[in-house]
């Protein structure tokens, strides 16, 4: 996780939809599958959420409620985003993630502009995720046109009730064409692998509360099929390199990365350009942010990273890393400008600005 004055910052992941679209369904279905992380979640009406082991979990409040695996979710009014990112991101809430359910009706890109621009420093843009209706899909494209907007400022489009559509294929095909190399994921019944969206934490990690996960566990037992792993159907492939990587070469090779690659995280050694810095990377789609952090004694200096994805070819993918290394003693002075473009280490103002001039494309590569 990234470091800013000290602090250790919690990702924003914006979740936006029109009315019916899921995302309560799939809001739901992450904090039941964490993957052993705390979820903050922030939404618009509480009356939208169903989640089963609320009779476990503990009460409904006024404003908040702490559930079994340390969720809160808070009735919010867009004014107030920046009071409730900062109740949840406080050290004593243990969140590892925040995810912003917006209204059936929200404008997703003011909703990233408030991310953006917060003055909170423990919290850091994380990505929009756009969910759409595979069977209302032309019909909610008819009657809200913007939609093909939202589709195109996407990180990461998750296209739902695709076992309810007559034409999921065509349907899909025309959302890629729309989301402009924004990731896109197939669902039934809003269910996404969440290493899609952040970094999960290891379920042994978490001492005292037990989590939905454990609850999971106690009540079908690791063999159930209501246990199967969201992974199955994707491919994951993991690159290690003792040699440093070229900026330059990786950022091309991310710039050109294929459809079907959803997720890209790790860390990466630049050798001489940085030698005193690892970078953490977080790729969900076209979103793309580093976190440099400080090498210590104890690490061995490597890249190490994580793809997941769908119908990739991984053999050409290790390929393209491999031919991204370079074991130069010299840096190129430059070669670090482009990686630096996606690190947020700026003061809040410089943000605000930045967010204002080009809210568009927060954290994303420029294809």
């Known amino acids: 996780m990234s470091q800013k004055s000290g602090l250790r910052q919690i990702p924003v992941v914006v979740l936006a939809g029109f009315l019916g679209s899921g995302k309560t369904t799939l809001l739901n279905h992450l904090l039941h599958h964490s993957g052993g992380s705390r979820i903050g979640a922030v939404v618009n009406d509480f009356g939208d959420i169903e989640i089963d082991a609320m009779a476990v979990a503990g009460a409904l ?116 064409a729309l989301a402009d190399r924004a990731a896109v994921v197939p669902a039934v019944h809003g269910r996404v692998d969440p290493e899609f969206l952040f970094d999960c934490r290891p379920a042994e990690e978490r001492i005292g509360q037990l989590s939905f996960d454990d609850l999971h566990r106690h009540e079908h037992g690791p063999d159930d099929p209501a246990h199967t792993h969201l992974h199955t159907g994707y491919e994951s492939v993991s690159f290690r390199s003792g040699t440093p990587l070229d900026p330059r070469r990786l950022l091309d090779f991310l710039d050109s990365r294929p459809e079907g690659l959803y997720r890209i995280k790790g860390y990466v050694d630049f050798g001489a350009a940085d030698p005193r810095n690892r970078y953490a990377v977080h790729a969900v789609g076209r979103f793309l942010r580093f976190y440099p952090e400080p090498w210590t004694a104890r690490d061995e200096r490597l890249t190490q990273l994580v793809l997941i994805g769908s119908g990739i070819d991984t053999d050409a993918l290790l390929k393209e890393l491999e031919a991204c290394a370079d074991g130069a003693p010299h840096a190129d002075e430059r070669g670090m400008w482009g990686v630096l473009r996606y690190v947020q280490d700026r003061q809040p103002d410089e943000e605000r600005d930045e967010a204002a001039e080009a809210p568009e494309s927060p954290g994303r590569l420029e294809g």
Do not use: W
Not at 132 to 155: G, K, M, Q, S
């Open 61 to 176: 409040g006024d404003s908040t409620v702490s559930l079994g695996n340390g969720c809160l979710c808070c009735a919010v009014d867009a004014s107030e985003l920046d009071l409730y990112l900062d109740r949840l991101a406080q050290p004593a809430a243990g969140i590892d993630v925040i995810v912003i359910e917006a209204s059936g009706l929200a404008e997703p890109q003011e909703l990233v502009r408030m991310v953006l621009a917060s003055e909170q420093p423990r919290v850091v843009y994380g990505g929009l995720v756009e969910v759409v209706d595979a069977v209302e899909f032309d019909a909610t494209r008819a009657l809200h046109p913007e939609l093909d907007r939202h589709l195109a400022l996407a990180d990461l489009v998750v296209v739902n009730k695709t076992d309810r559509a007559e034409d999921s294929e065509r349907v899909l095909g025309l959302v890629r």
